[in-house]
């Protein structure tokens, strides 16, 4: 257990729904990193959210958007979902805002669009 | 665009010999470079970092190396072990910002 925990699992939903996967950071960590994985890619930056505020977007489609809470979770919404957006999606945290010592990362949330 | 790539998928060594992953990177201004390990059904967990100002950094059988003027790392493994079998993503960051990750080298090692 990394301490970092990601809800649900497994999501199967059909195309043009909208899910919200959620995270919750190691105790202490105020940086919440989202990061989507598709068949054969790396782990491609969506956003970060540092403390409540966001720190950096990377390539997050104008369909997805996140929040952190003051409790620091945070979730990740999808809506108007397509095939392609079936992924493995990872949430991962840190202390500080750049990550210096590395992420701990959850052990992912498996999306199925069908 | 991929500015952190490894062009090997995959990679297949015998046990007790030396596991050597490769990475690239395109964007000169990254000055901190991580390694993770990630095993099936887990998110991937830190391995070994490595900050511009060197270009070695040894922990143990992991040792990473960076030659910034060709904007390449690599991570060995000595000896390798079956426990070393994993997908192994290197990442790349410019300091105080988010990391940028590789596609992923898979590591078989054979007992």
């Known amino acids: 257990d990394s301490g970092v925990t990601q809800t649900p699992k497994h999501l199967i939903t059909a195309t043009g729904q909208r899910v919200t996967l959620r995270c919750s950071p190691r105790s202490g960590d105020l940086s919440v990193y989202w990061y989507q994985q598709s068949l054969d890619q790396g782990l491609q930056f969506l956003i970060q959210y540092y403390n409540g505020e966001e720190r950096a977007k990377g390539n997050i489609l104008e369909r997805f958007s996140a929040q952190q809470f003051p409790d620091l979770h945070s979730e990740l919404n999808l809506s108007s979902l397509e095939l392609g957006d079936s992924a493995l999606y990872f949430c991962a945290s840190s202390v500080e805002a750049g990550g210096w010592y590395g992420y701990t990362f959850g052990s992912g949330t498996r999306l199925t669009v069908v | 665009d991929q500015q952190v790539k490894q062009n090997s998928p995959s990679l297949s060594v015998q046990e007790g010999r030396i596991s050597i992953l490769n990475c690239d990177y395109t964007n000169s201004m990254f000055d901190y470079f991580l390694w993770y390990k990630k095993y099936p059904a887990e998110g991937p967990t830190f391995l070994i970092s490595?900050?511009?100002?060197?270009d070695k950094n040894e922990d143990g059988r992991f040792t990473v190396f960076l030659n910034k003027s060709a904007k390449h790392l690599s991570l060995h493994i000595v000896p390798s072990q079956p426990g070393d079998s994993a997908v192994y993503f290197c990442a790349a960051s410019v300091t105080g910002n988010q990391f940028y990750f590789g596609t992923g080298t898979s590591l078989t090692v054979i007992p």
């Open positions: 490595i900050s511009s100002i060197k």
